[in-house]
């Protein structure tokens, strides 16, 4: 086969992502030092379960009022689903570093300037979809902070989120800190929820574009072949077509193997989003029902409901991208111009055929194909569940 000088660093797609939770203290590295171990400790304890601790509290304390129980509970369900991604990933870290180090692979790399274009829109894609994400969030943080400021009850100005603590936030100097507290922990766990989310969609957007260029190898087989023997003169056209058809049945193989490890070492953290996010999208709409529209907290509200939106929503995006891309496997292989070729060439043609005829496919937890249909099942569940909730208040 023809070398293709330019190699990418695909894992340069999810860096940022590594980045931010390596600065926030959740992934470690192997050269991580003590120091680095004790921060980690801190920053989890302080800024996440110490927090989701006070969320739980105050909704015990709540229960019998819907209003303060709902308030009370929309971002605790985003910090419970948090909780087992923490878990999972923790628990999988070195083989997600692992995955991570696989795509370096030659077999994953572009053959010609066509499927250069085509992978480096697929690492685009994982990267954009990362920052609208953390963009997103920043948002309402900030927002967040701002609405208790401008917005000032009657009771004077409030904390923005609703939590439980053990003695009287009425003091000037209390009352700041535990303001700030609660930003600065929100403005965390907004961050390491994202890239921890965006991880899992960026690997899937990677996969998009190795089926993407796996299509493409096949359908030009005989191209790749005749560059191959344009340079070597000592191989013939059947034999280039076969060594070019093995190296496709070669990366079907490990993009097969690469979609199954994701699925296994995200699909429980994917069941969690998509379980806590539809009740939260619920539990959302229904805030919105008792906020003034167009105020800042309703806008804040709105763009939270954005953020858990586009999570599950990139999920099920790039699920069902990985479903169309497989799907036209068979048919690329089909047009490969094998009519004149050996028996041996058909009968290779014949099992990455017979072996693409089902689509791969990604689940939630073994549960829920992520896919735009999936996608609209929570939709339309939220919106049950809203309606229900609705009716309860009203009467």
């Not at 923790?90 to 692979?105: A, F, K, M, P, V």
């Not at 829109?121 to 400021?149: D, E, G, K, N, Q």
């Not at 939630?364 to 569940?381: C, D, K, P, V």
Request: hydrophobic residues 45%; aromatic residues 12%; charged residues 15%.
């Amino acid at each position: 086969m023809v070398d293709f000088r330019e190699n990418l660093m695909l894992g340069s797609a999810v860096a940022p992502n590594f980045f931010v939770m390596h600065l926030l203290g959740i992934w470690p590295t192997k050269t991580s030092t003590r120091l680095y171990k004790t921060y980690a400790v801190i920053i989890t304890s302080f800024v996440f379960f110490l927090y989701i601790i006070s969320e739980l509290v105050n909704i015990v304390i709540s229960f019998g009022d819907l209003e303060l129980i709902t308030q009370a509970s929309f971002l605790f369900l985003t910090h419970m689903a948090q909780l087992v991604k923490l878990y999972f990933f923790g628990r999988y870290r070195n083989r997600i570093q692992s995955l991570t180090d696989s795509l370096e692979r030659r077999v994953f790399q572009p053959r010609n300037g066509r499927q250069l274009v085509m992978v480096k829109r697929s690492m685009r894609r994982a990267t954009v979809t990362y920052y609208v994400l953390i963009s997103m969030s920043i948002a309402t943080c900030s927002l967040w902070a701002v609405f208790p400021m401008i917005e000032v009850g009657e009771n004077g100005m409030e904390l923005p989120l609703s939590a439980y603590y053990p003695f009287s936030t009425d003091l000037t100097i209390v009352f700041n800190v535990i303001f700030a507290y609660q930003i600065l922990s929100t403005a965390i766990n907004a961050a390491t929820n994202v890239s921890m989310d965006t991880t899992t969609s960026g690997f899937m957007s990677l996969v998009c574009g190795q089926l993407d260029i796996l299509n493409d190898s096949l359908i030009h087989v005989k191209d790749f072949a005749e560059e191959q023997i344009s340079s070597d003169r000592s191989i013939s056209l059947d034999a280039a077509m076969e060594e070019n058809l093995v190296h496709c049945v070669d990366h079907h193989r490990n993009i097969l193997q690469m979609t199954e490890e994701i699925g296994t070492l995200f699909g429980i953290t994917t069941l969690s989003q998509f379980a806590a996010g539809a009740i939260i999208i619920c539990i959302t709409m229904f805030e919105l029902t008792l906020v003034s529209l167009f105020s800042i907290k309703f806008v804040s509200m709105v763009l939270y409901q954005g953020c858990i939106l586009v999570e599950i929503l990139v999920y099920c995006w790039f699920g069902n991208e990985i479903i169309l891309r497989s799907s036209k496997i068979a048919n690329s292989a089909y047009h490969s111009d094998w009519t004149d070729s050996p028996t041996s060439y058909k009968r290779k043609l014949l099992l990455i055929m017979t072996r693409s005829r089902v689509p791969i496919k990604l689940y939630a937890g073994n549960f829920f194909t992520l896919s735009l249909e999936t996608f609209m099942t929570i939709l339309r569940t939220s919106w049950s569940y809203f309606a229900v909730l609705n009716r309860v208040h009203q009467d």
